[in-house]
């Protein structure tokens, strides 16, 4: 039965260990690799105009709002970024695209109402599972749209099987764990 004990203790440390080594601060890994998807956003970012419209604009500030209220644990703060986002989402106007971009950012849009319909109304676990898929509409929307600002793409791999968010400042404030770990994840690209 000793044995035992210290053996589940040695695997806890070790685990413990582990995961803190995984989400240091000064931890880099290469990202010098690129995937079939990334270069085909980026590609696509480069067949749009480089000036990106007020209604995507206003998406992509809702959404840091959004991100920032997870990054600060307020349920309440995220519940209304959730309302916010759903509302101008919602008002997205198209005509401005072509066919092609026209279809996929109605698909995307309808997407991310409906996860920020989810924010809108849950509890900050919930939020942040639906934060997770809206980041992955909002990064498709920024990829067709393109963005005024200079975007970074981040990554936490504690979060389930992988957590990303864009974000403003190349500065690691971790959405997905707030202060209990503010500084997991690492920059994966930057959005122009």
């Not at 589940?8 to 690799?33: N, P, Q, R, Y």
């Not at 950012?105 to 920020?116: G, M």
């Not at 864009?166 to 690492?186: D, V």
Request: aromatic share 6%; hydrophobic share 35%; net charge negative.
């Amino acid at each position: 039965m000793r044995n035992l004990r210290v053996t589940t203790t040695i695997m806890a440390m070790a685990f413990v260990g582990l995961t803190t080594m995984s989400c240091k601060d000064g931890k880099k890994e290469d990202s010098s690799t690129t995937t079939d998807s990334e270069v085909s956003q980026e590609q696509a970012s480069t067949s749009t105009s480089d000036a990106q419209n007020p209604e995507s604009q206003r998406v992509v500030a809702d959404y840091m709002a959004l991100k920032d209220a997870l990054v600060a644990t307020d349920e309440k703060a995220a519940v209304d970024a959730g309302k916010k986002i759903e509302s101008t989402l919602k008002s997205f106007k198209l005509d401005s695209y072509t066919s092609d971009e026209q279809k996929e950012l109605q698909e995307i849009v309808e997407s991310a109402t409906e996860h920020a319909e989810h924010i809108g109304r849950s509890d900050m676990a919930h939020q942040r599972e639906h934060f997770q898929m809206l980041t992955k509409d909002v990064t498709d929307m920024v990829a067709i749209t393109g963005t005024a600002s200079t975007l970074y793409q981040q990554f936490c791999p504690m979060y389930g099987e992988g957590g990303a968010w864009l974000s403003m400042e190349k500065e690691i404030r971790n959405p997905y764990f707030g202060s209990k770990m503010m500084k997991c994840g690492e920059v994966q690209k930057e959005i122009n």
